[in-house]
């Protein structure tokens, strides 16, 4: 597969029967996954997503939409050879991935699975903040505290670094506030969501609603590890095996797609590795 603009192909093996696309957490690149590259079988292409506004793609505008961010990745993987393929999407990108999964089968194109990590379901979130509560500094703090990009807290007083950061976080974080999700909108395929058990901002509760958005099979499965429990250890054959038994579909009593159009007006837990309201809740 060329790279194009919103892919990047981190294995060479061109003759993998299987592809794995990843989507980056807010704040993160394609890079944050050339770890994995060695932790997969021949036979899976590693294929990450670059967001515009960071790493290669630094001087382009950053994404202000997440629905047309998706469609324009979507439309990429529809031009791609046809493969068995798993979206893997973390916090701010298992929204993304959903929306880019959600167009594919709208197109025809079968996804084998979804692989939702550390993310609350995206009809059900709480919104507590506005853009008037943004802090620079707690949004690179928060960097570190949770495991996120930027791993070397002397780094955040660079202003260089700030310079480069900062402005895709704060268009992450505008971005997902800006983010409604779809009324009736659902899944096909089976759908896997992992969290941290030590993860407070993802909790169980709220990973069992993701079930209410797939006619698939569902699983959730706890993870040692907080928010960044993926990291340096992801579990790669967690992601691409079978899904686990005994697991079923999630005990919410609501039925699977009935669902209203959710609200989510700024990023809470499960983005806020990018810390875009700091250690302060709203509302």
Sequence with gaps: MGDGQ???????NVAARRRLVC???AGGSANFFRSWVPLLSPD???????????ADRLREPCATSLLEMAAEVAESLRAAPAQPTTLFGHS?????AYEVARLLESFGQSVERMVVSASRAP??????????????????????SLGGTV?????????????????YLRADYTMLQRYRHPSGAGLGC???????????????????????????????VVRPGGHFYLAPDPPTDLFLGPLPDGLGRSSSSRDPLNVAPGRFDAPTGD???IGVHGPRRVG
């Design 6 to 12: 919103w892919l990047r192909t981190l294995t060479p």
């Design 271 to 273: 983005d806020a590795e």
């Design 190 to 220: 089976e759908l896997l969501v992992v969290s941290g058990e030590s993860d407070t901002h993802v909790t169980p509760d709220h990973c069992a609603r993701w079930a209410d958005l797939t006619h698939g099979r569902f699983a959730h």
């Design 92 to 96: 701010m990108g298992a929204i993304v």
């Design 44 to 54: 899976v292409a590693l294929v990450a997503v670059q967001y515009p506004g960071r």
């Design 23 to 25: 989507f980056p957490h």
């Design 151 to 167: 791993d070397d807290p002397e780094l955040l007083a660079d202003p260089r670094v700030r310079a480069l950061v900062l402005p």
């Design 123 to 144: 009809h059900e979130r709480d919104g507590v903040a506005s853009l008037d509560v943004w802090n620079d500094d707690a949004a690179l703090r928060a960097l570190v």
